[in-house]
């Protein structure tokens, strides 16, 4: 299973990749495998603010429903509206043309509270 | 790892069983219980799933109403699908988010649960690439939609055993036009096991597929305290 080294991890199985105070956030290869192919993501609307671990997105494969949530607090500064129309890019790319949405931090080292990749993987089955 | 379950014998109101699962993600997301099945019957309800679509539905309100069938929108996924007396419904609440989880998938495993437990009763039950559920040769048997809170499952499946399949008549069951309904009854007729042996066979292969050690309660029998204060309105 796939964990960039680079990125920020919550126990939720969110990533975040930190940039210029901008946290750009997506879901984990873990958390795309196990929602099996995506149907559907609804993203926050731009310009929504979350503090961290608020319900900020749902993404739904064919018989599965889940809430994702903002691993940092801030104020939704764009979405990935690709996922409109390929909700499987998540699937396919879940660190890159999957991202979901990306928030200006309200401060940077809220990150601090999240795990790193080595962490994370601890977290997820070994197989 | 050790789980519990529940078992209600009277069947329960959707909302009602709603309000029990509600209590019981926030108890297990915040640790203070195991993963716990419920297992339990509904009175008779027809919900529909997140995306569900109301043109699946076949009636209107007020004819639901007369037939004495509920209607609700569910927050888990999936479509549109009926429940009643005389099928089994099986509530997982389990944490799906640590080293515990599956690499075959959760949405598999359950789909496998429903397979083994034909099989207790000689049916062969098998998977259709792209549709979910548990088949059978006579149409669709087990219905599957739920959702994650926190990688904490709620919602889960229902398993055709003797129930009235009318209600199924009022729907396009899970979107899927043309597929017929299947129930252990419409299969085994006169042989169709009770439904205490076919909750059994549910939560014995729940068990084994799913790795975890039931231990097993009676929702009006002696609870763990920690149980009793979230299955029991009071």
């Given at each position: 299973m796939a964990v960039p080294q680079d990125l920020f991890y919550a126990k939720t199985h969110e990533w975040v990749d930190l940039n210029d105070g901008i946290a750009t956030v997506g879901i984990t290869d873990f958390a795309q495998n196990q929602l099996?192919?995506?149907?559907f993501a609804e993203l926050p609307e731009v310009g929504t603010e979350f503090k961290a671990g608020e319900e900020a997105a749902v993404v739904e494969s064919v018989k599965a429903a889940a809430d994702i949530y903002a691993p940092v607090a801030g104020e939704v500064i764009?979405?990935?509206?690709?996922?409109?129309?390929?909700?499987e890019l998540v699937n396919k790319d879940p660190f890159g043309e999957g991202w979901l949405f990306k928030l200006k931090m309200?401060?940077?080292?809220?990150?601090?509270d999240m795990m790193d990749a080595d962490s994370y993987e601890e977290l997820c089955p070994n197989d | 790892m050790n789980a519990w379950s529940v078992h209600f014998k009277n069947p329960v109101p959707y909302q009602q069983g709603l309000e029990i699962q509600r209590r019981l993600l926030k108890a297990r997301q915040e640790n203070e219980i195991p993963d716990t099945v419920l297992i339990l019957q509904h009175n008779p309800v027809v919900t529909l799933g997140?995306?569900?679509?109301?043109?699946?539905?076949?009636?209107t309100e007020e004819e639901y109403r007369e037939l004495g069938i509920e209607l609700f929108h569910a927050e888990r996924g999936g479509d549109v699908t009926f429940h009643g007396p005389g099928q089994w419904v099986l509530y997982p609440i389990l944490?799906?988010?640590?080293?515990?989880?599956?690499s075959h998938g959760y949405l598999s495993n359950l789909e496998e649960v429903a397979i083994q437990t034909l099989a207790d009763y000689g049916v062969k039950g098998f998977r259709r690439e792209g549709k979910s559920g548990a088949w059978t040769d006579a149409g669709k048997i087990a219905a599957i939609g739920f959702r994650l809170k926190k990688w904490v499952s709620f919602h889960g499946m229902s398993f055709n055993v003797s129930?009235?399949?009318?209600?199924?008549?009022t729907i396009v069951p899970c979107g899927l036009v043309g597929e017929p309904v299947a129930s252990l009854k419409t299969i085994l007729g006169e042989d169709c096991p009770e439904m205490p042996a076919v909750c059994d066979s549910l939560l014995n292969h729940f068990s084994t597929v799913c790795n975890r050690k039931l231990e097993r309660f009676d929702a009006d029998g002696e609870l763990p305290p920690a149980l009793a204060k979230l299955v029991r309105d009071d």
């Open positions: 099996s192919d995506l149907t764009e979405i990935n509206e690709r996922l409109e129309d390929n909700p309200v401060d940077e080292s809220d990150v601090d | 997140n995306r569900g679509r109301a043109n699946y539905l076949l009636k944490y799906l988010g640590g080293n515990e989880a599956d129930n009235n399949l009318m209600g199924f008549n």
